[in-house]
């Protein structure tokens, strides 16, 4: 199997995890390149449902290695948590577990700065709580940003996690933020000592593995909509979500990637504030939640539902250059009669020909749909394309011809077995 990326083509939650678990069956390494716990990887085996947040979603495939990226940031309590969930479960991490020296840590701090930022601007961006902004402009900051390797440098790390707390000092008064200074070093002298097993030079890793003939699945988290450069600015998270991450999150070369998998649900979600042109009308965007069951997997929160936004995905395919799409969540448009699928944005009449940058202008978009006939029977037990009813096929062909991209996957359920190849060649293919 080739090297491929699998990343999100929308606002996060397309199914990325199940997708990763899946072809992780013939990979040796699954590894996550950007972001941290806030997302919410879910993969169904059966009676068995995992919620991963941090650890790649190839953690579930016993005979994979998974590696942390430079470019994620980690929550060390969450990191643990789920580790010692997953061993409780009896899946074993231990050996199979990678962590990069050079990933940044998400400190008690950063979730206070975040609700901060959030009072104290006016600007309602809706996310996680993780303290995923903060993180990485502490990051970005350099004076400010504590990685891996300095926590397993405990007198760095001291010493960096003093100068913080007297750099953040007003913020944490003022909001009343409660730091135990010794208590934290404390419990971070136990994490330095857990976590070093799991940290090596993750570049010369990934380099020397490849060189093997090892074959790697890159895991994005969120979606290119929600790209720091790319996405609807600035309800956004605070990464690259796009491919170019895979290369800076990760130290490979886009030569290494073979293929790059854009996972779309047949619909759109969306968690968070900020604009949504396809946004449905609230009864069927009630509909739609109950039967695709759309409650955030971090945060529980309601997810807002759309119709298919192929404006959206084609600009998340220039961006990106998928060279296959994975549709996902087919099963929950079964019982619609008609099914919308927005084409084109007019704004004063006139089409609008790239995605805009300006939210205003966004927000003044009209979405011009098409309108396809449902397929109105049962997707979920179907297992080949040649299976699926002929409304579905005609749904897949029309997004791949205007998109001119395969599609390559469709998920019928939530369950690793629920799942149609629809292009067998793209798997053996590099
Ligand atoms: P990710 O963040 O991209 O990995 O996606 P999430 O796990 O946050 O959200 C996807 C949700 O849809 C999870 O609850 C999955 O169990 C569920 N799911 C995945 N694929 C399908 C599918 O094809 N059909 C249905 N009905 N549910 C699915
Ligand atoms: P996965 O990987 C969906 C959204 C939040 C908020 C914005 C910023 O499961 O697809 P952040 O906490 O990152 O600063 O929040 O981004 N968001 C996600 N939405 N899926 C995710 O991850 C998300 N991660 C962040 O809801 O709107
Ligand atoms: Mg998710």
């Keep these: 199997m080739p090297n491929i990326a699998i990343l999100g083509a929308q606002w996060g939650d397309e199914s990325k995890g199940k997708t990763t678990d899946f072809l992780a069956e013939k990979a040796d390494i ?65 050996g199979r577990l990678k962590i990069s020296s050079r990933a940044h840590l998400i400190l008690p701090y950063h979730k206070i700065m975040e609700s901060w930022d959030d009072l104290g601007s006016g600007l309602k961006i809706g996310t996680t709580s993780r303290g995923i902004g903060p993180t990485y402009v502490d990051k970005m900051n350099r004076h400010s940003g504590i990685r891996v390797a300095d926590l397993l440098e405990f007198d760095l790390f001291q010493k960096k996690f003093d100068f913080n707390l007297e750099a953040k000092d007003y913020v944490l008064n003022q909001i009343g933020g409660e730091i135990d200074r010794n ?11 857990q976590l070093a097993p799991y940290v090596i030079d993750t570049p010369e890793f990934m380099h020397r593995e490849m060189k093997s003939g090892k074959q790697v699945l890159f895991e994005g988290a969120q979606g290119t909509m929600l790209d720091i450069d790319f996405g609807t600015y600035p309800y956004v998270t605070s990464s690259n979500t796009t491919v170019g991450a ?35 009308p609230p009864d069927l965007d009630e509909e739609i939640r109950r039967i695709g069951e759309e409650y955030g997997a971090t945060t529980q929160r309601p997810r807002r539902c759309g119709w298919l936004d192929l404006v959206a995905l084609r600009y998340a395919t220039q961006i990106n250059g998928f060279t296959g799409i994975v549709l996902t969540k087919f099963d929950v448009l079964d019982g619609l ?35 396809l006939p449902g397929w109105k029977q049962s997707t979920a037990d179907v297992r080949r394309y040649e299976d699926l009813p002929t409304n579905a096929k005609r749904y897949i062909s029309y997004v791949a011809e205007f998109l001119d991209v395969p599609i390559v996957m469709a998920s019928v359920g939530k369950d690793r077995a629920q799942t149609v190849i629809c292009d067998s060649d793209f798997l053996s293919s590099d």
């Design 337 to 371: 009669d008609e099914i919308q699928i927005c084409v084109a944005y007019q704004r004063d009449g006139e089409e609008v020909s790239a995605f805009p940058a300006n939210l205003r202008t966004l927000a003044e978009c009209e979405p011009v749909y098409e309108t």
């Design 30 to 94: 699954v590894a996550r390149y950007q972001g941290g716990d806030n997302a919410g990887h879910t993969i169904v085996i059966g009676d068995e449902k995992y919620i991963l947040h941090l650890l790649p979603s190839g953690i579930l495939q016993p005979h994979t290695v998974n590696v942390i990226g430079n470019g994620v940031v980690i929550n060390l309590e969450t990191l643990f948590a789920e580790i010692n969930e997953l061993v409780a479960r009896g899946i074993e991490v231990g």
């Design 246 to 280: 895979v290369c800076t999150g990760l130290g490979v070369a886009p030569k290494a990637i073979d293929h790059v998998l854009g996972v779309s649900k047949a619909y759109v979600t969306r968690v968070g504030g900020g604009p949504f042109p396809t946004e449905m």
């Design 183 to 193: 208590a934290l070093l404390e419990k971070y002298y136990e994490y330095a000592q």
